[in-house]
Structure formats: C-alpha cells, structure tokens
C-alpha cells in the first residue's frame, strides 16, 4: 500500500522553527518521484509552498522564500520541509505530495499552529 505520512507539526511561537517529515512506503520510492509540501488554511485553497523535482531542483512559495527549506534523503526514502522564522500567517495543515506522470499521492495532512 503507497502511502505518505506526514509527522512534525506542532504548535510554536512566531520566530519559532519546525522540521516536517514525510516517510514514504510502498511504492513509492521518493527518488523517482516529484515530491512537493502544500498547506491549507481554514478558509483557503490549498498552495504549494515548496516542491523538489526527481532531479533536485526546488521551488518555493515567494512568501516562504529564504525561511523554508525543502529536502529529500533518497537512503530513508523520506522529504523534509525544514520551517524558520515562522509567522502567524503560516499556520494551516501542511500535507507532502508525490506525483510521477498521472500519479498523484497526498499523505493525510499534520497542523502546524504558529501564535503571534
């Protein structure tokens, strides 16, 4: 069974930092696939804040450039989205992405709460 799971979300004052994890299983095998963090806020429509291609290029959300930092570990088949200088405005449940083709998985989601 391919699945994403998300994990590192939390509650953290403004300034703060938090490291998001997705471990992937199954089949899907991280270095093969186009693997992306997006988040949705209460009201909102979902945005991508930051993707990694298979060929490790990254892309990121203008307004998380310079704070968040997107990476893979290929050996523990695993995505990190690594979070400084948090801003009340980020606060949504952030859920990892992995797309290959037509193939498109989402992992079930994890709250990160950022208070002012």
């Known amino acids: 069974q391919a699945q994403l799971v998300e994990s590192g979300g939390g509650l953290v004052q403004a300034g703060g930092s938090l490291r998001l994890s997705c471990a992937a299983s199954g089949s899907i095998f991280i270095s093969i696939y186009d693997m992306g963090w997006y988040r949705q806020a209460p009201g909102k429509q979902r945005e991508l804040v930051a993707d990694?291609?298979?060929?490790?290029?990254?892309n990121y959300l203008d307004s998380v450039k310079g704070r968040f930092t997107i990476s893979r570990d290929n050996a523990k088949n695993t995505v990190y989205l690594q979070m400084n200088s948090l801003k009340p405005e980020d606060t949504a449940v952030y859920y990892c992405?992995?797309?290959?083709?037509?193939?498109?998985?989402w992992g079930q989601g994890t709250q990160v709460t950022v208070s002012s």
């Open positions: 990694i291609t298979r060929g490790g290029s990254s």
């Open positions: 992405n992995a797309k290959r083709g037509s193939y498109n998985r």
